[in-house]
């Protein structure tokens, strides 16, 4: 029987995923554990591997469509199988009743609403004869198959038949698409899942949490000599550079350690608080920004934090970010040094209650011991949930770390 290539389940909260690009086409031969196309969530990009050898013989989902988990996205021929057997699908299961075993069972004596409108749905089927492949690609393609023609025995709809009705559809649908077309010297972007996903999180962000801002000028001169130190012992023990941003997550996860309250969650019940720090690193990829998620931060030395940093960033340029990978932070630190921004503010990341904006170390002329002197100098700004965290207690964590970042051996007491 033909492989069915279904939309995979990545994560816990994957619903739905969209085809971005297909590596292979109709017909082309394919070994086990090459790339046959490209999907995104809402967090992600992911390269789905072919699970066996055979020939691409059929794409149903095409570029650019989204599709729940679970569904059938295309079908590969095993070796010695031809097309015959992908239309043999249809035949083998004719005498199939039309009702799934799923939507025959007993509805209960006071039935959700989901459970009332999926009723009607079917009522609304009844008189409709169709194959069940010609069933899974109208679900697919969110077709009524009230409003295709059967050419099969007896008026039966086959899947040849869907796949003409979704044709014409698309042909519709790129008329219609004509009239929308930007004006020359403009082009216009269609929003990915990740892209409103953005959108909606960070006007969440606004909307739900009531932000407020706190800012620091650091000395970073200790910070700065004690990464020179550490950085070729690291190298050669470990195999990883260590970065200020490496330094800067231990820094805060102690900080944290003094001022639980940060590590926290606004509920509806209460305040969660979380005992370890799951530290959350902005990351800005093609796609939109995303925020990989290094676990335990306050329990790893600074070797581990690097590794995992340096692993989250290579999954990030190679699409191999899995939805685990980004979710259940609990603060989320975000580093713009790279760019040369010396100061900015970051929006929560919610549900999170707190998110660190760290600027560039710039040289800058302070006061130091009573004269002028040129130090290393940084701005870190703390973004705070006010429902959850007032300011004092803000106030207070911020003093802890910026003693922490300017006396960084502190942080083994």
Request: aromatic share 6%.
């Amino acid at each position: 029987m033909p492989v069915e290539i279904v939309m995979p389940k990545l994560g816990l909260t994957m619903t739905e995923g969209l085809i971005l690009e297909w590596k292979k086409k109709e017909g082309d031969q394919v070994k086990k554990g090459e790339i046959l196309f490209v999907l995104q969530t809402e967090k992600v990009t992911f390269e789905v591997e072919s699970p066996e050898d055979g020939i691409l013989a059929k794409i149903l989902v095409h570029k650019n469509e989204t599709v729940p988990v679970g569904a059938i996205v295309a079908y590969l021929l095993r070796p010695g199988e031809d097309i015959s057997d992908l239309e043999a699908i249809e035949e083998l299961s004719a005498e199939k009743p039309s009702v799934e075993p799923e939507e025959a069972e007993e509805v209960p004596s006071r039935p959700a609403r989901k459970t009332i409108q999926k009723q009607a749905d079917l009522t609304k089927e009844i008189g409709v004869k169709a194959s069940p492949l010609a069933k899974k690609l109208a679900k697919t393609y969110k077709i009524d198959l009230r409003t295709v023609r059967g050419t099969g025995p007896g008026g039966r709809i086959t899947r040849k038949d869907v796949e003409k009705a979704y044709e014409k559809i698309q042909e519709e649908t790129a008329k219609v698409d004509k009239f929308g077309e930007e004006a020359p010297g403009q082009r216009l972007a269609p929003f990915t899942p990740m892209r409103r996903a953005i959108a909606e999180k960070m006007m969440a962000s606004k909307v739900k949490t009531a932000q407020t801002y706190m800012a620091n000028s650091v000395d970073a001169s200790k910070i700065v000599e004690y990464r020179k130190v550490l950085l070729p012992y690291v190298q050669e023990k470990f195999d990883v550079r260590i970065t200020i941003t490496d330094m800067m997550m231990k820094i805060v996860a102690a900080a944290i350690r003094e001022h639980p309250i940060i590590n926290t969650r606004w509920t509806e019940e209460g305040i969660l608080y979380f005992e370890d720090v799951h530290m959350g690193m902005a990351m800005a990829l093609e796609e939109g920004l995303i925020v990989p998620v290094i676990r335990d931060v306050n329990k790893k030395g600074l070797a581990q934090i690097a590794k995992d940093r340096t692993e989250l960033i290579r999954k990030g340029k190679e699409g191999k970010l899995l939805p685990d990978d980004v979710t259940g932070s609990t603060f989320t630190l975000s580093a713009m040094g790279m760019y040369g921004v010396e100061q900015f503010t970051a929006n929560i990341n919610v549900p999170e209650n707190a998110i660190l904006a760290v600027g560039a170390i710039i040289e800058k002329p302070v006061v130091f011991e009573g004269e002028v002197v040129i130090r290393p100098t940084m701005n870190v700004c703390l973004t705070y949930d006010h429902r959850t965290i007032d300011g004092a207690e803000a106030g207070k964590f911020m003093r802890t770390l910026k003693l922490f970042i300017e006396n960084p051996i502190m942080i083994l007491a």
